[in-house]
Structure formats: C-alpha cells, structure tokens
C-alpha cells in the first residue's frame, strides 16, 4: 500500500525559511511524478508545485512560483519543498500527493500522506 | 476565487442520489481530464474519480463522473450518511502548466 509521510511543518516567521520532506514507501517512486498540495484553514485545496518523474521538470502555481522549489531524490524516495520568503498567506496543512506513471493525467493524485502544519507568524 | 466553479453546498437525504457541478473552461476541463477528490473532516482527499469517469479500486460504483463540453458531474446514488464530505474537481491547464481545483462543494446528506 502507497505510504507518504510528510514532514517538517512548524511555526516560522514571516520572510523565513522552511523546508518540507516526504517519505515515500511501498511503490516505485522513481517512476512517479509527485505533487505538493496545500490547504489552509477553513479553506479549499491549492495546488502547489508538481515535479516529474525524473525531476527534469518542475511547474508552479504563480502563488509561489520564486519562492518555493521542489525537488526530489529518487535514491532515498524522498520529495522536498524548500519554502523562501514565506508569508502569512503560505500558511496551510501541505501535503503530497502522487501523480501519473510517468507522464499521465497530472490532475490525477491517487495517494496523499496525512499533511504537514505550516504556520506563518510573527 | 477558484478557476474550477463548484456549488458551495448540496444536501439530499439517505438513499436519494445527488450531483456536483464542477464548471469550467476550455483551457481546462474542456481539453484535458477531470479528477474528483473526497475530503472526509479531518482526514486528506482521496481519489473518486480520475480520467472523467474512471474509479479507481476500492471505490464503489455508487460514485460516478461525467463531462461534456467545459463542465464536469460528480454522482453519488444511495447517499450515507459517510459521505457528508468536501468534494472537489480538478484538472490540468496546459496552457499555465498547473493543476486547478475547485473551490469545493460540502455534501450534507440529512
């Protein structure tokens, strides 16, 4: 059975820096494209960022986009997301989520983890 | 406010059938897939449907989707009361290279 696992989630000032892990089990990650998805409190979901497979290509939603930057390393089945200038705006529950076989349907997450708190405040 | 246009709200009672719209535009559902998420409180979405109108295992087939032209449905038949949950539609814009959801529709089944 698919396992994410995030973590790295806390309080953090505004302008500040934080980076957030995935720990991905029991399937292929190398073949997967991955996903950040974030919600905020009270809120609906906002995509955030999508890697490939391979981590050749990386998209942003424009929210973040100079800001945030994912990566991934397939030879430890981990995703990242190193989060710079973060504001109050950014905080929201993070969670990945796996995307397509390759190359697919990017729309389609059919695995999330349990999510990761980030707080922004002073 | 969302790229993806959902009714912030739909009821029904135990066993009727209910549907969620999910409108767009051709920069999106109108030329690419559509994905529906369920979000019971508390917990992190799952996938219902992908590709439109496909389930994946484990879902039943209580749960259905469609599309035509720029908008998508989302159909529960033989509502429980576990299905009071946020449910949201989703798709790929090529032309932003990004994914958009919904703003969400919250199912109370009464």
């Known amino acids: 059975q698919v396992h994410l696992v995030e973590s790295g989630g806390g309080v953090v000032q505004p302008g500040r820096s934080l980076r957030l892990s995935c720990a991905a089990s029991?399937?292929?990650?190398?073949?997967?494209?991955m996903h950040w998805v974030r919600q905020a409190p009270g809120k609906g979901l906002e995509w955030v960022a999508l890697?490939?497979?391979?981590?050749?290509?990386?998209y942003y939603a424009d929210s973040v986009k100079g800001r945030f930057t994912i990566s991934r390393d397939n030879s430890k089945n981990a995703l990242y997301v190193q989060m710079n200038s973060l504001r109050v705006e950014d905080s929201a529950v993070y969670y990945c989520?796996?995307?397509?076989?390759?190359?697919?349907?990017?729309?389609?997450?059919?695995?999330w983890g349990q999510g990761t708190l980030v707080t922004v405040s002073s | 406010q969302s790229v993806l246009t959902q009714p912030p709200s739909v009821s029904a009672a135990p066993g009727q059938k209910v549907t969620i719209s999910c409108s767009g535009s051709s920069s999106h559902i109108g030329n690419n897939f559509v994905s529906w998420y369920q979000q019971l409180p508390g917990t992190a979405p799952k996938l219902l449907i992908y590709?439109?109108?496909k389930r994946p295992s484990g879902i039943p087939d209580r749960f259905s989707g469609s599309k035509s032209g720029t908008s998508a449905t989302l159909g529960i038949t033989g509502l429980q009361t576990g299905d009071e949950a946020d449910y949201y539609c989703g798709a790929w814009v090529s032309s932003l290279s990004a994914v958009v959801f919904g703003g969400g529709t919250k199912l109370t089944v009464l």
């Open positions: 890697i490939s497979y391979d981590g050749s290509k990386k």
């Open positions: 989520a796996r995307g397509p076989l390759y190359y697919g349907d990017y729309s389609r997450f059919d695995s």
């Open positions: 029991a399937f292929i990650f190398s073949g997967y494209a």
């Open positions: 590709d439109n109108n």
